[in-house]
Each structure stands twice: as structure tokens, then as C-alpha cells.
């Protein structure tokens, strides 16, 4: 079982940008690839994007996709999500998860753009 603990939320404006962190215990991380979902009020948990084990290879939806980059560092055992150009439709709370087989959802980081 991994814990997961994310930061890095906040209000920003909307054109802004934040980089959000995903802190994993255990000694596995690097075994396993991980995702990035978020949740915004009243709708479902969604995928937004994911990396391979290595760091090597990501993926991104389509809402996404040229404004969010996500990395990790192996090191660390810390996964990494920057979003730029932030539209109001960004406004969730993010979490990470071990892909494909999820373990139990941190505590989650609030992410809030104004327009």
C-alpha cells in the first residue's frame, strides 16, 4: 500500500500556472507508473494525465494536453504536475494514483483559477 500526499494548489488567475507535487512512501515508486486525476465540484473524478515507470513516456487527455506537463523524480519518490495557461474549467482538486491499479486517494490539493 502506497500513501500519497499532494501539494501545491492554490488560487491563480486565469493564464497562470502551478506545479503541483505528488510525495509517495515506500520503497516501490519506481516500480509503478503514475497518474494525475481531479475532481471538480459536482462531476466525477477524472484521468487528466500519466507517466511510465521510467519517466520516459507520458500521456495526456485531450483537455490537457500542450498546457500541463507531468514528471517525476525516482529520487524523490515525488511525481510532478505543471499546468499552464490555466482556464477556470482547471478549477478541481487534483490527485495522483498509481496507475492502473489504484490504491487508496490522498488527501487531494485544491486548484482554484479565477477569470
Known amino acids: 500500500q502506497v500513501q500519497l500526499v499532494e501539494s501545491g494548489g492554490g488560487l491563480v488567475q486565469a493564464g497562470g500556472s502551478l506545479r503541483l507535487s505528488c510525495a509517495a512512501s515506500?520503497?516501490?515508486?519506481?516500480?509503478?507508473?503514475m497518474g494525475w486525476f481531479r475532481q471538480a465540484p459536482g462531476k466525477e473524478r477524472e484521468f487528466v494525465g500519466g507517466?511510465?515507470?521510467?519517466?520516459?513516456?507520458?500521456y495526456y487527455e485531450d483537455s490537457v494536453k500542450g498546457r500541463f506537463t507531468i514528471s517525476r523524480d525516482n529520487a524523490k519518490n515525488t511525481v510532478y504536475l505543471q499546468m499552464n495557461s490555466l482556464k477556470p474549467e482547471d478549477t478541481a482538486v487534483y490527485y495522483c494514483n498509481k496507475i492502473p491499479n489504484l490504491d487508496d486517494w490522498g488527501q487531494g490539493t485544491q486548484v482554484t483559477v479565477s477569470s
Open positions: 507517466i511510465s515507470r521510467s519517466g520516459s513516456s507520458t
Open positions: 515506500g520503497r516501490t515508486f519506481s516500480s509503478y507508473a
